[in-house]
């Protein structure tokens, strides 16, 4: 199929699916209501067939390596440490996230609390739960660490449980369930996430609470960098001990197949992941993966296929067709003076030179001159590093200078103004060093011109005292002007030799 005959396929298959829970699906009026009658009139295999057909994003990219067709209707590959997108089909396009949710709920609870902080299961968290949704029996009154809450979250996706953290962690942050609703909204807005919508911690479903399979990747991203999570994850089985009002215990399993050696979905390289579905949403699934160096993360949402098939493709095909390249390596942008880690790269399909790369800086602190460049080919993010950025580039973008002295471009003008400064403050150090010699110079004069003067004054004392009783004034038992009794002039023996047994001379 060439590309227009393409084009004209995947805007044929994004009209005829208005029932995905999109944007365009909490639209009111008559179009809408066309659509979604249109979209009854389909068959699922059609629905299902006609998510297939639409082309990837990425394939569309001229130079780069053609990707899978999936029956998600969203998908996303993202390297998680550089932030480059090696796959993306309708990444942006926002759907129901069901239990994939949890992951952000996660991160929130990571976030603002320790795992030995307890847990407590109110009324109000077991209550809320229907029938069928998912669950491990919490009662009201339970108390689990939220060590044992998080495996219960991310390996049963128990919904209670997810209630219960929310509750306790948002009582901890000095608010409560709401405050922690609304911590995963700000949180998400800080990760760069432009298409999420969070109303509970769960997923279960409600019009108002929505993702996308971007804003899905850079969640996991931020979220695998706790090795809490981690452990967690690539748990297979788990079991909850007795708690305060229960004397039994809990066991559950993972329910991501790609973890399981003996599973047919079994990928060596999978790490963890979260599974989700409704009825609303369909099958969502976020899977981490590690190999060739790389670490990445996979997002489909509402998936009617195998969304197993399709995410290990998805990794397949990443792992395969990019490598890293350094940029240490490589020319820095006009602008940017250092990159924060010697080991960051950019991942380049094959064929493509780092040179054909367009890159975006932006400053984050103008008065540390840190920033962020962005790398893209045609477009397509391929990667970004934290940098330091020249004084001299930040003055330009921003009017901000951290010395208005000096002067010059890039970093010459600081480099000359250290070099500059250096006599200064050698001088400055050796006459400090002077000033607190010269101080206890004096200090010892003074001290000695003291003792000096103390020694005559003790001297003149005796010879007046002398003066007085007329003798020698180097005999100390005459210096009260009194002569010594026969008793004080008697040799020492001779006293010793006549004291009682009490001591006393007799």
Request: hydrophobic share 35%; with cysteine; proline share 4%.
């Amino acid at each position: 199929m060439n590309k227009f005959g393409s084009r004209v396929t995947a805007a044929v298959a994004a009209a005829v699916l208005a029932f995905v829970p999109v944007c365009s699906a909490h639209a009111e009026g008559e179009n809408a209501g066309e659509a979604q009658a249109d979209t009854e009139e389909l068959t699922f295999e059609e629905q299902r067939q006609a998510s297939y057909d639409v082309i990837p994003d990425t394939n569309e990219i001229e130079g780069w390596p053609q990707g899978p067709q999936i029956y998600g209707h969203s998908g996303i590959v993202m390297d998680m440490d550089s932030g480059a997108v090696l796959y993306e089909k309708a990444a942006d396009d926002q759907h129901y996230p069901a239990s994939i949710t949890k992951i952000m709920t996660a991160l929130v609870a990571l976030e603002n609390a320790e795992l030995d902080a307890e847990i407590n299961f109110s009324q109000a968290s077991v209550d809320f739960l229907e029938y069928g949704d998912a669950s491990i029996g919490m009662t009201p009154g339970e108390i689990l660490s939220l060590n044992d809450a998080m495996y219960g979250m991310l390996l049963a996706s128990a919904n209670e449980v997810s209630y219960a953290i929310a509750e306790s962690v948002g009582t901890l942050m000095g608010g409560g369930y709401d405050t922690f609703i609304q911590e995963m909204n700000d949180r998400s807005a800080e990760l760069g996430c432009t298409g999420s919508h969070w109303v509970n911690p769960n997923g279960l479903h409600d019009e108002q609470h929505y993702t996308t399979a971007r804003d899905m990747a850079l969640i996991t991203s931020a979220l695998y960098e706790y090795e809490e999570y981690k452990t967690v994850t690539q748990t297979l089985n788990y079991t909850i001990g007795p708690t305060n009002l229960v004397n039994e215990s809990r066991t559950f399993q993972q329910n991501h197949k790609m973890l399981w050696p003996d599973n047919y979905y079994y990928y060596e390289y999978c790490t963890g992941g979260k599974t989700g579905y409704t009825d609303q949403s369909r099958t969502t699934l976020v899977t981490t993966a590690e190999n060739n160096g790389l670490r990445l993360v996979a997002v489909i949402l509402q998936d009617d296929g195998d969304v197993y098939v399709d995410t290990r493709s998805m990794f397949d095909y990443a792992f395969g067709n990019f490598s890293k390249t350094l940029l240490s390596d490589q020319e820095k942008p006009e602008g940017v003076k250092s990159y924060a880690s010697e080991d960051a790269y950019v991942l380049l399909p094959s064929g493509v030179e780092f040179s054909s790369l367009d890159q975006e800086i932006t400053i984050s602190n103008e008065k540390s001159a840190a920033g962020t460049v962005t790398y893209y080919y045609e477009g397509q993010n391929v990667g970004s590093a934290d940098v330091t950025l020249t004084a001299g580039y930040v003055e330009e973008m921003t009017g901000y200078s951290a010395d208005p002295k000096i002067s010059g471009e890039g970093g010459s003008g600081e480099a000359e103004a250290s070099v500059a400064s250096f006599p200064v403050g050698l001088l400055l150090g050796t006459a400090a060093v002077i000033a607190v010699l010269f101080a206890a110079a004096l200090i010892l004069i003074r001290y000695q011109a003291v003792k000096r003067r103390r020694r005559r004054r003790q001297a003149a004392r005796r010879r007046a005292a002398a003066s007085r009783a007329n003798v020698h004034p180097s005999r100390p038992y005459m210096q009260e002007g009194r002569r010594p009794s026969p008793e004080r002039t008697r040799p020492r023996q001779y006293r010793s030799e006549h004291r009682d047994r009490d001591g006393r001379y007799r």
